[in-house]
């Protein structure tokens, strides 16, 4: 049966995610969940399906907003997903349908219609890096598991010594043609025999269990550069899986890729808003009333920077060009600095007897802004 569960539960995103991040989420689970990856376990299976039927909602404009507005029942009213039983379905059915996923990322997706040589599976890792790293630049071992060529019988599935036999089923095509709807219409699929390599083996390879793949540890430096945001990726070329093999790619093909993705830590004084980096700053008010010459932390160093006489509350400062570079520009922004006036606490006698005597000298004359706020007070109560 079709899946009752919520779409964006599944994906594990926000009903607000754009259409990157469903992408994205679909990708991360769809990789995990691969059955090439997780041999004879159901769960994962259900899991995989589960991802592709939500992933064929969500990633539909016109079907998403059905979906939100009338749930699962409105998909069954308007002949949606919701109509077909996944649960039913074959892998590369589902790969089929989501080309625009798997025809940039893996090797099931382009046995219907092949399109130049086939590609494995992109993957995708992560890494954290502190605002140092962002402003400079950074280097980063990355270590991460693929599913790769056995080397023991070099990617074919046979035992050595043997060869994979050309299926009877589908003729080595690793195709079938389906006839539907009293035969009015056709339909290719996959070959259910072979699954769509063209051959079966009868000797399978010891290491690999036939299936020509195992997964092999593997670690990298990837260069990340500088003004690179959170959530971005860094594409690596060719790091990725080999394409399964199949009738189609006849054992060639090119490796996925692997992307990097970046996660950038809060930073304990400074916030980062594009290329500007934000700090509220503490200022006594004597400095804001006085003016002073002070100096403001940056991430390389500090910097003098005057803070005029007569500066309020919440007045914005800038320090320019001392932000995070530009990652195309190369450019830095700024960093903006809040005033926060700070009131002591605790006064000595002289303090606040000097305070008494400046407080003797306020009048509205001196304090405009007062004056002002007070006058509309009189004006109020007539008083």
């Known amino acids: ?56 909602v969500l990633a539909d404009s016109g079907k998403r907003k059905i979906y939100d507005t009338h749930g699962h029942e409105g998909l069954r009213r308007g002949g949606g997903p919701a109509t077909h039983d996944f649960s039913r379905m074959d892998v590369s059915d589902i790969f089929s349908m989501f080309q625009d996923i798997f025809g940039g990322l893996g090797g099931g997706s382009g046995r219907a219609r092949p399109r130049g040589p086939a590609r494995g599976y992109d993957l995708e890792t992560e890494v954290t890096l502190n605002l140092e790293d962002v402003l400079k630049g950074c280097e980063r071992d990355v270590e991460f598991t693929r599913m790769d060529v056995c080397d023991t019988c070099s990617g074919t599935g046979a035992k050595p010594g043997s060869s994979p036999e050309s299926c009877r089923t589908c003729g080595g095509q690793g195709k079938v043609q389906q006839s539907g709807l009293g035969g009015m219409f056709r339909m290719v699929t996959a070959c259910p025999a072979c699954a769509g390599r063209g ?48 009738a189609s790619t006849s054992g060639e093909g090119v490796r996925g890729d692997l992307h990097v993705v970046v996660r950038v830590k809060p930073h304990q004084m400074f916030t980062r808003e594009g290329d500007h980096l934000l700090l509220e700053m503490p200022v006594s008010f004597t400095q804001a009333a006085l003016g002073a010459e002070i100096e403001v932390p940056t991430l390389e160093e500090r910097v003098p920077l005057t803070i005029p006489k007569g500066t309020q509350h919440g007045a914005i400062l800038r320090l320019p060009g001392h932000g995070l570079p530009n990652l195309r520009s190369a450019k830095r922004g700024d960093v903006i600095i809040g005033c926060r006036i700070e009131i002591p606490r605790k006064l000595s006698g002289k303090q606040e007897q000097l305070l008494r005597q400046f407080a003797e000298t306020e009048d509205e004359r001196v304090m405009p802004e007062s004056h002002g706020f007070f006058k509309k007070i009189k004006d109020l109560f007539g008083s």
């Open 1 to 56: 049966m079709p899946t009752t569960r919520d779409y964006y539960e599944i994906l594990g995103v926000e009903r607000t995610s754009d259409g990157e991040e469903i992408k994205r989420a679909y990708r991360r689970l769809a990789m995990k969940y691969h059955p090439d990856r997780n041999p004879g376990d159901t769960e994962a299976e259900v899991r995989f399906k589960e991802a592709a039927e939500a992933y064929e």
């Open 199 to 246: 051959t079966v083996i009868k000797d399978p390879c010891a290491s690999c269990r036939g299936k020509g793949r195992v997964p092999k540890k593997r670690a990298i430096s990837v260069k990340i550069p500088a003004g690179i945001h959170d959530g971005q990726a860094v594409r690596v070329q060719g790091e990725g899986e080999p394409p399964a093999p199949d």
